[in-house]
């Protein structure tokens, strides 16, 4: 009988890089489960994460974050996962691997995934100390380590990865130099012009470029301390990073006695079959045709055509496109199909803006009916149409400037069309092969209505996330076509705007979320409309949001700040930052009795962390019998109003800016808005209160006050613009509630005033004619709902610390008075910090 | 009653029901945090549809006890849960994260008798 049952075909992966797991993601989800077995040897001690994305380490992202699949995923999948364990030989002719632990383990089909490793050039004194490659998270690890000994950091190499390198290095606080041994950085990418863009948008940015540079030695008694280079010139560092190119692991078949490449490499043919059949090799280890694919694109279609075969299916690897796009710290850079096309098979057409830092180059076919490749540095927004009409072979406009200039009249397509003119076989998502027509067919069939539906189905995107945007174009482009109204819905659960949700609460009376959805939504919610609904009803009707406590976000829902390890800060209110030594002195018995971590916040203010949820009503408890009140830190809504110290101390100051400050954080607190609120008041146009960075921002001048409206500091600052100048102190105040309020009644959800003015068609002009022409007629309204927001205000903790109803929902468990167990602090600096 | 219908083989593992709390004392339309031995469950109730769901407190991304301090709702009419800290949503019925990425939560077969909340436990 069991001779009847066929075996599964063993399958080994050497390397769990990136192309390594893309095979074993591929394979199991195409296999049979009976019909394979797969085990996977990789040297690092972690799983496969994203190499790709290697330098976001430096800015904070977490290995976790960068892990392809956690190691549960291969036990789940029966994928038998050995890390941190060597393969030290290959026996074709038994089919055996034994690893550097004794163990044997035989294969019907072996993958070589080994990748690449760093080239190190032979220099003298490349072994010092301070010398690193920019490899792996352990290279990056002990950089991480030494850098705080450091000053200067050098790249050697200026091609991509060197790039990234330098960007890791800058993200250290290091001065970065990169070394370069052409006369240009990123050779293989762009041309002279477009590398001299990039140079200087680099320079500009405070790293030093040094070309035509080669380094002969590193000297330094034993660390790092001076590179000598062959032209006699010398650069003290302190810290060097190799990445003058990659190496591939081919040490592992050379022994086994596989046909590698003269310059290294695993020959491969076009089933990516090694010179013994049974043995594959796929990624940056295996060369094709001459060429080592250092790109993950390449190597995801490597692992797709083993798959395919393995499987009984057909499929040839033919070699692939190097076009990329990546941002090098900052600025964009993309090459596309030739990018150095011949002037005597094409012409070119260039695009050059010095000051702007933008390069654009396209290479056109000698009849001028095709394009044939290009490169883009400085703005790269076009890249992915401009691959397609090169990969489509699409017949190009009259005017193919239009291409890279943007249409300049006439009748140019828009973007959106542009999309759709593809083919259905254009290859949108390079990194999991996705054409143009699978994305289309998920939105025609209603399987997929939104990008992350289509990210999940058809793993367009999941890649190096290059392709997002065209697909967010196709998403809309064919939900138009289908006669669907593109419309800025809240959700799946409403199908109005939130402008429009808001007046149907308030003409309909609705005071509670459920009743909303039972009436003009479907289905249960979610964490985009609850959230948006609560604040659309405390902007309206001003009731304490613990009335319907789960709708809001977890902030609002326990009138705190959550923060790492599930405790949370406490802010009470100090408006313009003034406070007594009284006060003062609370808070400090206050957050020593309860331990708590106290830090002055960005907004003058002081913020005490550390918290346990069953703790908060009693900390606040006694806050408020010293007079405090809620300071709104954990809602969008008012945070504070930033003073300087005005013309009662200031012998610049103009007015007083303290005291107007208070009155304004006093008039505005509690009020809840699409986003948090920012405001400054300064006593002079020294403008030490930062207030031209604020939502609005109020300046002293001699005859009274400019008020500056939609700044704001965060991910994209932008300043504060000039709304109104030498206003009296109730006019200021006046313009303050209208452009407040008619903010909240028309801004989308979590939209700052700055994005929100950003959208609005009009601008700057339009909103003075709304607020000081009353060209809408609505100022009277907007008058009268900001009394009633004022009028209506009371502190939401006093409620709570009143209400023993209220108190009894803070804590932890429902069964249990005790705490969570599961928190725990260190001690740092003399406080607690949370240990995650 | 059961509240939450796991399949037959879900109900087979389960080899004891643990009595959590009353009914009064969960939120409706959110959730609650349960301690059961060492362990901390999160359990959520579905009001308007007058359904019970249970997962392990504990969010898989940043490996944070918070779950049930998480907004719940629906997608496409599947039960889920936001975690408050990065908004990563889950499946109530599958534990499975529906922003497509590869985390995955344990769940637990939900019942209610006589006015308490059981948990259906393995061992």
């Known amino acids: 009988m069991s001779s009847l049952v066929a ?38 001690p972690r799983p496969a994460y994203d190499r790709v994305h290697l330098s976001a380490y430096f800015s904070g992202t977490s290995a976790e974050e960068l892990t392809m699949a956690p190691v549960e995923w291969y036990a789940e999948n029966n994928i038998n996962l050995h890390l941190g364990e060597l393969v030290t030989s290959i026996d074709a002719a038994t089919q055996t691997v034994t690893t550097h632990k004794g163990e044997s383990i035989s294969y019907d089909k072996l993958i070589l995934a080994t990748g690449s490793s760093a080239f190190v050039p032979p220099i003298n004194g490349v072994e010092k100390e301070g010398v690193f490659v920019y490899r792996t998270i352990e290279d990056l690890d002990a950089m991480l380590e030494y850098a705080p000994k450091a000053r200067t950091a050098a790249v050697i190499g200026g091609g991509l990865l060197g790039l990234e390198a330098a960007k890791a290095a800058v993200d250290m606080g290091l001065t970065t130099h990169v070394i370069e041994f052409a006369s240009r950085l990123m050779p293989r990418q762009l041309d002279e012009a477009g590398s001299e863009m990039l140079k200087r948008k680099l320079e500009s940015l405070g790293i030093s470029i040094h070309l035509n540079k080669s380094t002969t030695a590193i000297i330094g008694e034993t660390g790092v301390e001076k590179m000598l280079f062959a032209d006699g010139s010398e650069l003290e560092v302190d810290m060097i990073i190799v990445s003058a190119g990659i190496k591939p692991r081919d040490e592992l078949a050379i022994k086994a006695g596989l046909a590698v490449g003269p310059r290294g490499g695993i020959l491969v043919n076009d089933a990516l079959q090694t010179s013994d059949a049974n043995i594959y090799a796929i990624g940056e280890s295996a060369l094709h045709g001459g060429m080592i694919y250092g790109l993950v694109a390449p190597g995801y279609d490597m692992a797709d055509t083993v798959v395919t075969n393995l499987l009984g299916g057909e499929k040839t690897f033919k070699g692939f496109d190097m076009s990329t796009k990546l941002k090098l710290i900052g600025v964009d850079v ?22 702007k830092g933008i390069y654009k180059r396209i290479n056109i076919s000698e009849d001028g009916k095709y394009l044939v490749g290009g490169i883009l540095v400085g703005d790269a927004g076009n890249y992915n149409m401009l691959l397609q009409t090169v990969q489509n072979k699409i017949i190009l406009p009259q005017d193919p400037e239009d291409l890279i200039l943007g249409s300049r009249g006439g009748a140019a397509e828009s973007a959106g069309a542009g999309v759709m003119s593809l083919p259905d076989e254009a290859l949108i998502c390079s990194c999991e092969n996705v054409s143009k027509g699978d994305i289309c067919s998920t939105i025609t069939d209603g399987t997929c209505t939104d990008v992350a539906g289509i990210k999940k189905c058809t793993k367009a995107g999941t890649g190096c ?100 390890g599930g405790t949370y800060s406490v802010v009470p209110r100090i408006a313009g930052g003034e406070i007594t030594p009284e006060k003062l002195i609370v808070i400090g018995q206050v957050a020593a009795k309860y331990s708590l971590y106290t830090k002055i916040t960005g907004g003058q203010r002081i913020d005490m962390f550390g918290a346990r949820i069953d703790q908060l009503p009693d900390i606040w408890e006694e806050l408020i019998n010293a007079g405090f009140e809620s300071g709104h830190a954990y809602g969008k809504s008012l945070r504070t109003v930033k003073s300087c110290v005005g013309s009662t101390w200031c012998r610049y100051g103009l007015h007083d800016s303290v005291g107007f400050a208070i009155r304004v954080e006093e008039r505005y607190r509690g009020l809840r808005s699409p986003h948090k609120l920012k405001g400054g008041v300064s006593g002079c146009v020294r403008e030490c209160a930062e207030a031209q960075s604020k939502d609005f921002g109020i300046i002293a001048t001699e005859k009274g006050w400019n008020l500056y409206i939609c700044g704001n500091g965060g991910a994209k600052p932008q300043h504060a613009q000039l709304f109104a100048t030498d206003l009296d102190t109730e006019t200021c105040i006046k313009y303050l509630d209208r452009f407040l309020m008619f903010y909240i009644k028309t801004a989308e959800p979590l939209n700052r005033t700055a994005t929100w003015l950003n959208k609005m068609e009009g601008g700057m002009e339009y909103l003075r004619q709304v607020i000081v022409e009353d060209s809408l007629g609505i100022c009277d309204d907007l008058d009268r709902e900001m009394e009633f927001m004022v009028n209506t205000y009371a502190c939401e903790w006093k409620e709570v610390v009143n209400n023993p109803e209220l108190r009894q929902r803070f804590q932890h468990f429902i069964n249990t008075p005790e705490p969570d167990p599961s928190i725990r602090f260190k001690p740092e600096r003399g406080q607690k910090v949370p240990v995650i | 009653m059961i509240q939450t219908p796991p399949s037959a083989d879900r109900l087979a593992e389960i080899s004891f029901w643990f009595k959590a709390a009353e009914v009064s004392a969960f939120p409706e339309n959110g959730g609650a945090c349960v301690k059961y031995q060492d362990q901390q ?20 991304h940043k490996q944070q006890m918070i779950l049930a301090r998480g907004l719940i709702g629906d997608q496409c009419g599947e039960p889920k849960v936001a975690c408050p800290f990065h908004k990563k949503t889950f499946s109530l019925l599958t534990g499975e994260n529906l922003n497509g990425e590869c985390y995955h939560i344990e769940t637990y077969p939900v019942k209610i008798e006589d006015g308490y909340v059981y948990i259906g436990m393995r061992e």
């Open chain 1, 7 to 44: 075996q599964p075909q063993r399958i080994v992966v050497i390397g769990n890089g990136m192309v390594g797991y893309k095979f074993c993601e591929k394979l199991v989800a195409k296999a049979q489960p009976s019909t394979i077995q797969i085990t996977v040897f990789g040297e690092e």
């Open chain 1, 334 to 355: 993309a090459s596309f199909g030739d990018a150095f096309a011949s002037p005597a098979t094409s012409r070119s057409i260039v695009f050059e803006d010095k000051a």
């Open chain 1, 465 to 564: 996330g290059g392709c997002v945007p065209m697909v967010n174009d196709l998403l809309n482009a064919t939900l138009k076509q289908m006669g669907k109204e593109v419309k800025k819905v809240l959700c799946e659960h409403f199908d109005y705007s939130r402008q429009e949700l808001l007046d149907i609460v308030k003409v309909n009376n609705i005071r509670s979320y459920d009743e909303l959805l039972h009436n003009h939504g479907r289905g249960d919610g979610c964490e985009v409309c609850k959230p948006a609904v609560a604040s659309i009803m405390a902007s309206t009707w001003n009731e304490l949001i613990l009335k319907q406590a789960t709708i809001q976000d977890t902030n609002d829902r326990y009138l705190a700040n959550i923060q790492k």
């Open chain 2, 41 to 60: 469950i999160a359990v959520f109730h579905f009001a308007k549809r007058n359904e019970w769901y249970a997962s392990q407190n504990l969010c898989p």
